[in-house]
């Protein structure tokens, strides 16, 4: 195995360490013991917060940005294939034409959307005040390996600079706002268990109010 | 050490006390996407990008960063990881406490899930311990711990006001027997008061006394401790809200009541029925709900018989962000206005959506941010004026405040009311 594609695998250990260090911690801390009386159903409302709760027509968040809302979603499952393909990749799996150009469509439209947000979040006035240099250097990061995952589909002999890309990406991925990789599903529980236990949520109790 | 140092130590542990994962999750959450601005009314009605939740939220996340991560430790530049200072800790108090109500609505937007309000009640306990606290807001709750209600109202002017009260509400039901029960044991309720209302609406007693008497209920009031608010949970002093808790807690539990009924107010509700389990670390020997609740019960059940034409006017209904949003009580206004009010129109958006009146998270008692309140309030004018309601309705004193002010500024002409007030006067009596 090339020297690269060990070191891709090693960043890629280290990262896993990291976040599951970051997740035991999690779960070290424990879930919330409320002792006023339950109302609601919490169970239900924590799988509604994954679910319905992320419904885009429940959110202003997504409704009132359907650009933006939409960049995020093609953005994210661009990662979720190239970590995918990353495996695949270190495994020499090989791919049939079509298939291979479809994965390239899909990286290049969520490579784009990556790069617009970028773009978006150095042109915007709201976003430069909020933004510190780990949301622009995670933007790239992610958005570098979605291209470098696209070109090395493409042509193989960019493998070094691909895996080069990864190994980047994996030992920076838990230092900086990347590890909501993890945090996103516990924010989502809390959000759920919150709501649950006061009835507010699931949907049988939220009237739809717009 | 210097005092600073100090003061800098005491709010550096709140962000080290873990009680379970919630406060690493939601600090560690945040990804800076600037969704959330158009969800609040400070940033919706400024478009100050200080205003933002997320900047918010930053403000804590960042010092959590500085002093509690490895990154925010040796590469502070990253994430702009930031020492807590002095400037530090007035822009925190600026902004945590001076623009924001704690209404949630950021929250339920959030396209992650983080809890800000939760984390702005982290700083604002931060800045609690370090003595930022407005001294405004921090008289009010100096008043509920010495005096035992947070208008410091000594009990024989509240005796007194009960007193003509009760005169008041033989005459309107013809009944020389119909009383106001005072310090009443064993009975199935103890009834809670916004000190508000004996000082400022005693008509919303009034209102509730006869509901009360139409229902034929066996209920009480406390003159030792009837005080429904906690202000210490938007100072988010630990020690202090654990004391007014308490004292609710122990007249409920010495009056041997079934029912504890938390008077319209809705950060009180939210204080006592959600949060002072939790600050007292037990669980409840009584039953606590809201007097709207309680409302709804006497209709469905036929306890109380209502003539909803009584009411002509066209109705509508503000929702209190910490009895709906954060409290649960969606429904049962709904259903109490649906049948004391002969029409009855929703602002949009209304329910766990609608936006706070501006006096939300002890803004009406922090005289220092007026205008920047007043200025939110423009939502809450519009949102009113397009139902075209000549009544408004809500089922919190603090929010009553902050309406008649806002009908007041920009001249809605509406009439605004509690949900006891438009309900006693629909009242049918056998």
Same mark, same amino acid.
């Given at each position: 195995?090339?020297?690269?594609?060990?070191?891709?695998?090693?960043?890629?250990?280290?990262?896993?360490?990291?976040?599951?260090?970051?997740?035991?911690?999690?779960?070290?801390?424990?879930?919330?013991?409320?002792?006023?009386?339950?109302?609601?159903?919490?169970?239900?409302?924590?799988?509604?917060?994954?679910?319905?709760?992320?419904?885009?027509?429940?959110?202003?968040?997504?409704?009132?940005?359907?650009?933006?809302?939409?960049?995020?979603?093609?953005?994210?499952?661009?990662?979720?294939?190239?970590?995918?393909?990353?495996?695949?990749?270190?495994?020499?799996?090989?791919?049939?034409?079509?298939?291979?150009?479809?994965?390239?469509?899909?990286?290049?439209?969520?490579?784009?959307?990556?790069?617009?947000i970028f773009i978006k979040r150095t042109a915007l006035n709201k976003l430069r005040y909020l933004s510190n240099p780990d949301d622009y250097v995670s933007n790239l990061l992610v958005t570098l390996f979605q291209l470098f995952t696209l070109i090395v589909l493409i042509d193989g002999a960019f493998a070094p600079y691909y895996y080069i890309s990864a190994s980047v990406l994996f030992l920076y991925?838990?230092?900086?706002?990347?590890?909501?990789?993890?945090?996103?599903?516990?924010?989502?529980?809390?959000?759920?268990?919150?709501?649950?236990?006061?009835?507010?949520?699931?949907?049988?109790?939220?009237?739809?109010?717009? | 050490?210097?005092?600073?140092?100090?003061?800098?130590?005491?709010?550096?542990?709140?962000?080290?006390?873990?009680?379970?994962?919630?406060?690493?999750?939601?600090?560690?959450?945040?990804?800076? $996407?600037?969704?959330?601005?158009?969800?609040?009314?400070?940033?919706?009605?400024?478009?100050?990008?200080?205003?933002?939740?997320?900047?918010?939220?930053?403000?804590?996340?960042?010092?959590?960063?500085?002093?509690? /991560?490895?990154?925010?430790?040796?590469?502070?530049?990253?994430?702009?990881?930031?020492?807590?200072?002095?400037?530090?800790?007035?822009?925190?108090?600026?902004?945590?406490?001076?623009?924001?109500?704690?209404?949630?609505? $950021? /929250?339920?937007?959030?396209?992650?899930?983080?809890?800000?309000?939760?984390?702005?009640?982290?700083?604002?306990?931060?800045?609690?311990?370090?003595?930022?606290?407005?001294?405004?807001?921090?008289?009010?709750?100096?008043?509920?711990?010495?005096?035992?209600?947070?208008?410091?109202?000594?009990?024989?002017?509240?005796?007194?006001?009960? /007193?003509?009260?009760?005169?008041?509400?033989?005459?309107?039901?013809?009944?020389?027997? !119909?009383?106001?029960?005072?310090?009443?044991?064993?009975?199935?309720?103890?009834?809670?008061?916004?000190?508000r209302e004996p000082k400022f609406f005693p008509l919303s007693i009034s209102a509730m006394a006869k509901i009360f008497y139409a229902a034929k209920e066996s209920w009480s009031l406390s003159t030792?401790?009837?005080?429904?608010?906690?202000?210490?949970?938007?100072?988010?002093?630990?020690?202090?809200?654990?004391?007014? !808790?308490?004292?609710?807690?122990?007249?409920?539990?010495?009056?041997?009541?079934?029912? $504890?009924?938390?008077?319209?107010?809705?950060?009180?509700?939210?204080?006592?029925?959600?949060?002072?389990?939790?600050?007292?670390?037990?669980?409840?020997?009584?039953?606590?709900? /809201?007097?709207?609740?309680?409302?709804?019960?006497?209709?469905?059940?036929?306890?109380?018989?209502?003539?909803?034409?009584?009411?002509?006017?066209?109705?509508?209904?503000?929702?209190?962000?910490?009895?709906?949003?954060?409290?649960?009580?969606?429904?049962?206004?709904?259903?109490?206005?649906?049948?004391?009010?002969?029409?009855?129109?929703?602002?949009?958006?209304?329910?766990?959506?609608?936006?706070? $009146?501006?006096?939300?998270?002890?803004?009406?008692?922090?005289?220092?941010?007026?205008?920047?309140?007043?200025?939110?309030?423009?939502?809450?004018?519009?949102?009113?004026?397009?139902?075209?309601?000549?009544?408004?309705?809500?089922?919190?004193?603090?929010?009553?405040?902050?309406?008649?002010?806002?009908?007041?500024?920009?001249?809605?002409?509406?009439?605004?009311?509690?949900?006891?007030?438009?309900?006693?006067?629909?009242?049918?009596?056998?």
């Amino acid at each position: 195995m090339a020297l690269y594609r060990i070191v891709s695998l090693i960043a890629f250990l280290i990262c896993f360490a990291s976040l599951a260090y970051h997740f035991l911690r999690l779960i070290r801390f424990g879930v919330p013991k409320d002792y006023s009386v339950k109302k609601g159903n919490t169970a239900a409302a924590i799988a509604y917060s994954y679910t319905g709760g992320m419904n885009p027509l429940k959110k202003e968040s997504a409704y009132l940005h359907y650009p933006t809302y939409t960049a995020g979603i093609l953005y994210h499952t661009g990662t979720f294939v190239s970590l995918v393909l990353f495996f695949l990749f270190l495994l020499n799996t090989g791919f049939s034409s079509s298939v291979q150009w479809a994965l390239v469509c899909v990286l290049a439209v969520s490579a784009a959307s990556g790069l617009g947000i970028f773009i978006k979040r150095t042109a915007l006035n709201k976003l430069r005040y909020l933004s510190n240099p780990d949301d622009y250097v995670s933007n790239l990061l992610v958005t570098l390996f979605q291209l470098f995952t696209l070109i090395v589909l493409i042509d193989g002999a960019f493998a070094p600079y691909y895996y080069i890309s990864a190994s980047v990406l994996f030992l920076y991925l838990p230092l900086g706002k990347l590890k909501h990789s993890i945090y996103f599903f516990a924010a989502r529980y809390h959000l759920g268990f919150f709501y649950g236990w006061r009835g507010i949520w699931p949907a049988g109790n939220e009237e739809r109010t717009r | 050490m210097n005092n600073f140092e100090e003061k800098k130590n005491k709010a550096l542990k709140v962000l080290s006390e873990h009680e379970d994962s919630k406060l690493l999750t939601h600090l560690n959450s945040c990804v800076h $996407c600037g969704l959330c601005a158009e969800s609040c009314m400070y940033y919706l009605t400024s478009n100050d990008e200080r205003y933002i939740p997320a900047k918010k939220v930053d403000l804590v996340a960042s010092i959590y960063q500085r002093y509690c /991560t490895f990154t925010g430790k040796y590469f502070p530049f990253l994430g702009k990881a930031r020492e807590l200072d002095e400037a530090a800790a007035e822009e925190m108090t600026d902004l945590l406490y001076g623009a924001c109500t704690l209404c949630g609505r $950021c /929250t339920k937007h959030c396209s992650i899930g983080v809890d800000i309000g939760f984390v702005i009640k982290k700083g604002r306990q931060m800045l609690t311990e370090m003595g930022y606290t407005p001294a405004s807001l921090q008289s009010t709750v100096n008043a509920a711990i010495n005096s035992g209600n947070n208008m410091s109202i000594p009990e024989s002017e509240l005796r007194d006001t009960l /007193t003509w009260l009760e005169e008041d509400l033989r005459d309107e039901v013809n009944d020389p027997d !119909a009383s106001i029960p005072l310090n009443v044991p064993n009975a199935d309720i103890l009834y809670t008061l916004n000190p508000r209302e004996p000082k400022f609406f005693p008509l919303s007693i009034s209102a509730m006394a006869k509901i009360f008497y139409a229902a034929k209920e066996s209920w009480s009031l406390s003159t030792q401790m009837y005080d429904v608010t906690n202000y210490a949970y938007f100072t988010s002093s630990k020690s202090e809200a654990v004391t007014i !808790a308490e004292r609710l807690y122990n007249e409920t539990v010495n009056l041997n009541a079934k029912r $504890c009924v938390l008077a319209e107010c809705g950060h009180g509700s939210r204080a006592f029925r959600w949060e002072a389990p939790n600050y007292l670390q037990k669980q409840f020997p009584f039953e606590t709900i /809201t007097s709207v609740e309680l409302m709804a019960e006497y209709i469905s059940k036929g306890r109380i018989k209502l003539d909803k034409s009584i009411n002509k006017e066209v109705v509508t209904l503000h929702d209190p962000c910490n009895l709906v949003r954060e409290g649960g009580v969606i429904e049962p206004q709904r259903y109490v206005l649906k049948n004391a009010a002969s029409e009855f129109v929703e602002m949009t958006p209304h329910g766990i959506d609608n936006f706070c $009146c501006g006096g939300g998270g002890g803004q009406l008692a922090m005289s220092e941010y007026n205008e920047r309140r007043m200025k939110t309030a423009e939502i809450k004018a519009e949102q009113i004026r397009k139902t075209g309601a000549k009544v408004v309705v809500t089922p919190c004193h603090n929010c009553v405040d902050q309406l008649m002010q806002i009908d007041n500024k920009f001249k809605l002409g509406v009439q605004v009311k509690t949900l006891a007030e438009i309900v006693a006067d629909a009242i049918i009596l056998d």
